[in-house]
Each structure stands twice: as C-alpha cells, then as structure tokens.
C-alpha cells in the first residue's frame, strides 16, 4: 500500500559536499542529481531529503508531506481548510524536477509546509 512520506527541504553551501556527505550518512545513492538540486528517498523510515542551493546554508527550507496520489492531496486539503488555516493550492506545477500538485501551509512559527503528490518527472 503507498504511504505517505515525510519530506525535509535543506539549504547547504556546496552541494556537492552536502550530496557526499549524505551518501555516507544515509547509505544510499541519490535518486535524482541536477546542477542546483540533489534529492535522497529514504525507505526506512520514509522520508525525503532535499538539498537546495540559496538560502541560508544548513537551514530548513521547508518541511513537507508526499501523499501518494493527488486525490490524497485535494482531501487534505479540504480538510486543512475546513480547520480554518489559511493555504495557497497549486496544481500542475513543476518545481524541484517534478510535476505535482500541492498546497503550502505554514505553521504556529511560519515554518512553510508544503503538501504534494507528484504526477511526472519533469
């Protein structure tokens, strides 16, 4: 059964230090390399790491959930919003390499959430 996965995004200085330096801590290859943006899928537990040039290097940019299928996203959705939080929904974007539809939301504190379900490699 597909399951949802938790998803941290992390700024780093260099990216190809941080992709090294992740391989040896995670024991695993990357499952996608590009010039600005490195991307871990880690099985046990689920989770994604991302690497992202910019920002302030060795901060979270954002945190996040990988639902298996946008229908498990438009139900999420309707249920963050029926809690009242404020959300910006976006459909059929690409960003990190990927197609999807998401919606972001933040936290207590600000801290961007960003709620997705990929539908293609882009």
């Known amino acids: 059964?597909?399951?949802?996965?938790?998803h941290v995004?992390?700024?780093?200085r260099d990216l190809a230090a941080a992709t090294e330096r992740y391989r040896k801590l995670l024991g695993i290859?990357?499952?996608k390399v590009r010039d600005d943006y490195v991307k871990f899928?880690?099985?046990d537990p689920p989770a994604i790491i991302s690497l992202n040039l910019g920002g302030e290097p060795g901060t979270v940019a954002h945190l996040g959930v990988r639902y298996p299928g946008t229908a498990d996203v438009a139900t999420e959705m309707v249920r963050v919003?029926?809690?009242g939080l404020r959300l910006l929904e976006e459909k059929g974007v690409t960003c990190?390499?990927?197609k999807a539809d998401k919606f972001w939301v933040q936290d207590a504190d600000?801290?961007?959430?960003?709620?997705y379900a990929v539908?293609?490699?882009a």
């Open 1 to 6: 059964m597909p399951q949802n996965t938790f």
């Open 9 to 12: 995004s992390l700024y780093v």
């Open 29 to 31: 290859e990357p499952a």
């Open 41 to 43: 899928e880690v099985a």
């Open 81 to 83: 919003k029926g809690e």
């Open 96 to 98: 990190c390499y990927a």
């Open 110 to 115: 600000g801290m961007a959430w960003e709620m």
């Open 119 to 121: 539908s293609a490699d």
